[in-house]
């Protein structure tokens, strides 16, 4: 058996491969990703704010795929094979070995790391799960498996969690299966069947207990098969494995050594043995609504979907109480069959709302192995029914408020599976984690998602005000704000994407939520918080950015970039020349100059937005974010997403004029955020597809920033400069930190404090900057706690008075260079 290297599996596991139409577009040689993009939101032009809720949802799913691909395809709208980030990776690697030293910082965990806490009627959860299953021999030893966020292990019935894929970094899982006899050797599927935000690389295998784990004969390179959904093994002949896929039905007969095409290229779901046969199987299709049977234990199948309706991926369950009854799903129909699947009659779900299932993105079925009228459907909702499906209860409910039946387990089910042994605990797999409840009562479910950091974000704000505090937007899980000891949900019902921190007063917040929704905080939640009215046409994920000398000043990207000078009340566009802004960036020491990006060009304005000039770029392609020097606003620079060699990052010394290469070394994958810090060496900090790089001005290429950072996307970068901490949001194992003090950075500290003196401390707006007798000329910069450079200068004077009654109170860094060391003192403006 074959090991596989980290890096091909980290890499290779961060792309998403969908269904039918947009969904399959990536496993198709001849998609074009702006073909349907463009098609697509066409037809979804007649969905409106009053549609039905699943109608609405399914933009959401599709504006989901559609910002994670943007930055993610060729530059010709095609769909990438996944080997190009595994080679990219490992020439990386040759031309740059990550050497092991006492001096190398580490990456911490911020969280989440327990379930965040509910303000409002229902809560954001830890992240998505696509599936939950028990060791055979041990029922309390629990296994889930994580979009991005990898695979993990429970002794304790879900109390604790441990990560065991971490040698695997940012896996996708969509199944996990055990030997029958021998609970060492485990089969993982790899990838994201549900949410199509992971490719396959294939099956792995364990033989000491999911400590480790190497490639089977299913995998990439050999099959091109890109997503996996379910596995099967014979429990008569462990050896035997099946496995579903988007390109047919796969088996095994030498423990996953070899594998068989054993159907056409079709796209399959489920697979299950019939109750108490060994050799008759049912499986599924995996886009459209077909049921198939192999009465040869897998050599053979025929299709048998006699009434049968609408099209979409089909899931189906059996009981043990009788082997001829069958229940399956697809879309917002249920069916049943009592001839062991010859047959089909509609059981459909009508009141009190209808069954919704985003097109099969999450959609799981269960029937009670001793009552054939237990039924339980897992849709948005979790739907059960006590007859055999005649009438149906609204029973998980996802959007749960006062009155409303029952009580409430997050939305959109992806596995639901009975506790070995019991006909009435069941456990759930969703977009919040793993619940656990008795389907036989109407008591409340448990929800047992705590350690388990797995949140997908895509933003993180501090605020500089409290070095505990953030705020995060993640995917489906709305916005939470940590305040040093819990994270607490503040926007709901949403994907949660920017936020903003007043500077000056910390009980000011901005959260914002997809396409331009808003709302903001005067007194740090105390009172129910304002939906502020915006421009709107915004994109899916937006960008909101606070003025680095004014905290009253915001600017938005709707559907042009708008300024609001009263905290959101009302907005002015500035009427760039580009469309709705994917990143806007203001100089950090000239506040009337920004630079914004629509994704396609850049624009720039040095007088506050009255007139605009569009900028040449050294090479087309998705710019993806705007740095600015922190006390030169000419120099400027950006990053690339997308695929192009050696075109990743591009430096201006004339405000975008002319360009630099300065990609080095860099591997050829997607670069999503670019940072420049304020009071260091020119450094530079970089988060892409497969970690976080850093340079300076005494570098000479990029280099992977720290250790222990789970090598997930990464996608948005902060810094907490009362502190000196990086934040990174990564997409699937939450939000971490490092230091970033000047031994990291490469400049020596000053060990006399007495060098740098400031008086009054507190000041009244002026203050005296006092410097030891130096030989040499010193460098001051002053800026505020988020950056914002308010002074910068040279002086070979030992005492300079400085005024900054002209701007907002608070606290500022005075930073002092001198000969290649560095002092940074803070001072108090009131």
Not at 607 to 612: E, I, K, L, T
Not at 726 to 750: D, K, M, Q
Request: proline residues 4%; negative net charge; charged residues 20%.
């Amino acid at each position: 058996m074959r090991k596989i290297s980290l890096f091909f599996i980290t890499v290779l596991s961060c792309y998403i491969v969908t269904a039918q139409d947009w969904r399959n577009s990536p496993a198709k040689d001849n998609s074009n990703y702006f073909e349907v993009v463009k098609e697509k939101r066409q037809e979804y032009t007649s969905i409106s704010k009053s549609s039905a809720r699943a109608d609405r949802k399914k933009i959401k799913q599709f504006e989901r795929w559609a910002y994670f691909w943007e930055s993610r395809i060729n530059g010709d709208g095609s769909f990438p094979s996944p080997l190009i980030a595994y080679n990219e990776w490992n020439k990386y690697q040759e031309n740059n070995p990550v050497e092991k030293s006492e001096n190398l910082v580490s990456w911490t965990l911020i969280g989440p790391k327990v379930i965040p806490e509910s303000e409002t009627t229902f809560y954001a959860g830890m992240g998505r799960l696509n599936v939950v299953t028990f060791n055979p021999v041990n029922s309390n030893e629990v296994w889930v498996g994580a979009p991005g966020g990898g695979i993990w292990r429970s002794d304790d019935a879900g109390a604790n969690w441990t990560p065991k894929g971490d040698m695997i970094p940012n896996l996708g899982v969509s199944d996990i299966v055990f030997h029958p006899t021998n609970s060492d050797i485990m089969y993982m599927a790899t990838g994201d069947f549900d949410g199509f935000q992971n490719n396959s690389i294939g099956v792995l295998k364990s033989t000491d207990h999911g400590e480790t784990w190497t490639a089977t004969g299913l995998n990439y390179e050999v099959t091109q098969t890109r997503l996996i959904a379910h596995l099967l093994i014979d429990p008569n002949s462990p050896d035997t494995i099946f496995a579903t896929t988007n390109g047919g039905i796969y088996k095994s007969t030498n423990g996953g050594t070899t594998w068989n095409l054993k159907t056409t290229t079709a796209s399959f779901n489920d697979i299950m043995y019939k109750e108490g046969s060994a050799t008759t199987l049912f499986a599924t299709g995996g886009r459209s609504t077909l049921f198939y049977i192999s009465t040869d234990n897998g050599e053979n199948w025929t299709t048998s979907s006699t009434g049968l309706g609408s099209s979409g991926r089909f899931d189906i369950a059996t009981t043990a109480i009788d082997p001829e009854f069958l229940v399956g799903m697809n879309n917002r129909n249920v069916y049943q069959s009592t001839d062991g699947g010859a047959s089909w009659n509609s059981l459909a779900i009508t009141t009190p709302s209808s069954l919704s299932t985003q097109g099969g993105y999450n959609q799981t079925i269960l029937v009670a192995p001793d009552n054939k009228d237990l039924i339980i459907v897992g849709g948005v909702d979790g739907w059960r029914s006590t007859n055999g499906g005649t009438t149906w209860q609204k029973y998980l409910d996802g959007y749960w408020v006062p009155g409303t039946p029952f009580f409430y387990v997050h939305s959109d089910h992806h596995d639901l599976e009975f506790l070995p042994g019991s006909s009435s605990i069941v456990f759930s797999a969703n977009d919040g984690g793993l619940f656990r409840g008795d389907i036989t009562t109407d008591d409340v479910w448990e929800d047992l998602s705590s350690g388990l950091s797995i949140t997908q974000y895509y933003k993180v704000a501090g605020t500089p005000q409290n070095a505990d505090f953030l705020l995060a937007g993640a995917q489906d899980n709305d916005i939470t704000q940590y305040n040093g000891t819990e994270w607490i949900n503040r926007n709901f019902g949403s994907d949660g994407v920017e936020a903003l921190w007043n500077y000056s007063d910390s009980n000011v917040a901005w959260t914002c939520s997809q396409a331009g929704y808003v709302e903001r905080t005067t007194d740090g939640w105390a009172t129910r918080t304002t939906r502020l009215n915006t421009p709107g046409g915004a994109r899916f994920v937006w960008p909101l950015e606070i003025d680095p000398t004014d905290p009253n000043t915001i600017y938005g990207g709707f559907g042009d970039i708008y300024s609001s000078s009263n905290s959101g009340d009302t907005w002015t566009n500035l009427n760039s020349p580009g469309a709705s802004p994917r990143a806007i960036t203001v100089a950090p020491s000239d506040n009337q100059v920004l630079y914004v990006t629509d994704g396609n060009g850049v624009y720039t304005t040095a007088n506050g937005g009255s007139s605009w000039d569009t900028l040449t770029l050294p090479v087309n392609g998705l710019v993806t974010s705007i740095a600015v020097n922190s006390t030169n606003p000419a120099e400027v620079y950006i990053c690339y997403g997308r695929y192009n060699d050696g075109n990743r990052v591009f430096k201006s010394d004339d405000s975008g004029a002319n360009w630099t290469n300065i990609s080095g070394t860099l591997p050829n994958v997607p670069m999503h955020k670019i940072l420049y810090l304020t009071g260091g060496d020119g450094d530079l900090f970089l988060c892409s597809d497969i970690g976080v790089f850093h340079r300076n001005n005494s570098s000479t290429d990029w280099e992977v920033y720290g250790e222990g950072l789970p090598n997930v996307i990464s996608n948005d970068l902060e810094v907490h400069y009362g502190t000196s901490k990086l934040r990174v949001a990564t997409y699937g194992r939450g939000v971490w930190e490092i230091p970033i003090g000047s031994a990291v950075l490469g400049i020596g500290e000053f060990e006399d404090p007495n060098v740098l003196t400031l008086y009054p401390n507190p000041a009244n707006g002026e203050f005296t900057i006092k410097l030891a007798d130096f030989d040499s000329e010193s460098e001051i910069t002053i800026y505020n706690i988020i950056g914002g450079v308010v002074k910068s200068f040279k002086t070979d004077k030992i005492t300079t008075t400085v005024d900054l009654s002209a701007y907002s109170s608070g606290v500022y860094l005075v930073d002092l260079k001198n000969n290649d060391k560095r002092i940074v003192k803070k001072i108090i403006v009131k």
